[in-house]
Structure formats: structure tokens, C-alpha cells
């Protein structure tokens, strides 16, 4: 079994940064991909951020100068800094690994919300 498990979510003000964690858990031989995603109030969800197990990011335009991903021992973070209104959504945590029993999957965690207001 794996879990994901995201923190970090919260309260800022227009220009403010918040930084997400996303910790993995559970029966893990490795982790292959690590991402961050996003869904506000009445949109789909969509990418903000990811990174390979190569160390290869990945970002979504509205992210690119503004956020920053990084692994380290297992836990993805997510620095967010010049945030906007527009950024305020539940943001979730995406892990692509290989399972001692289930093998390869995909996994998500259950979200944080971002708001951004004044």
C-alpha cells in the first residue's frame, strides 16, 4: 500500500509564497515521477509541476519563474512564490512508483487548498 500525503496548504495574500509537501509512504521500491496538480473552483484539473526520477522538471507555463519542484528522500515539495488570485485551488500530489506487492502505479494524495486573497 501507498500514500501520499500533502501539507503545507493555507491562507496568503496576493505576492505571498507557501511551500507544499507531498510525503510518500508505504511498500515502496522506488519512485519513478512526482508531480503536483491543481484543480480551482470550477476548472479541471491541471499540471503545476513535476520532476523524474532523472531529476527532469516539468512545468506548467502560469508555474515557469514562479514555482519550484524538488524531491528529496521521497517528499516532493512545491515552493510557490508571487501568488495570485488565480492560483488558489485544491492542490494535489501525483506519485508514479514501483510497490514491493502491487507493482507500477499511480498514486494521489488527497489535496491541500491554496487560497490567495486579500
Known amino acids: 500500500q501507498v500514500q501520499l500525503v500533502e501539507s503545507g496548504g493555507g491562507l496568503v495574500q496576493p505576492g505571498g509564497s507557501l511551500r507544499l509537501s507531498c510525503a510518500a509512504s508505504?511498500?515502496?521500491?522506488?519512485?519513478?515521477?512526482m508531480g503536483w496538480y491543481r484543480e480551482a473552483p470550477g476548472k479541471q484539473r491541471e499540471l503545476v509541476a513535476s520532476?523524474?526520477?532523472?531529476?527532469d522538471t516539468n512545468y506548467a507555463d502560469f508555474a515557469k519563474g514562479r514555482f519550484t519542484i524538488n524531491e528529496i528522500k521521497g517528499t516532493a515539495f512545491l515552493q510557490m512564490n508571487s501568488l495570485t488570485p488565480e492560483d488558489t485551488a485544491v492542490y494535489y500530489c501525483k506519485a508514479v512508483v514501483v510497490a514491493i506487492v502491487a507493482g507500477r502505479g499511480d498514486y494521489w494524495g488527497l489535496g491541500t487548498q491554496v487560497t490567495v486573497s486579500s
Open positions: 520532476i523524474t526520477s532523472g531529476g
Open positions: 508505504g511498500s515502496i521500491l522506488s519512485i519513478n515521477y
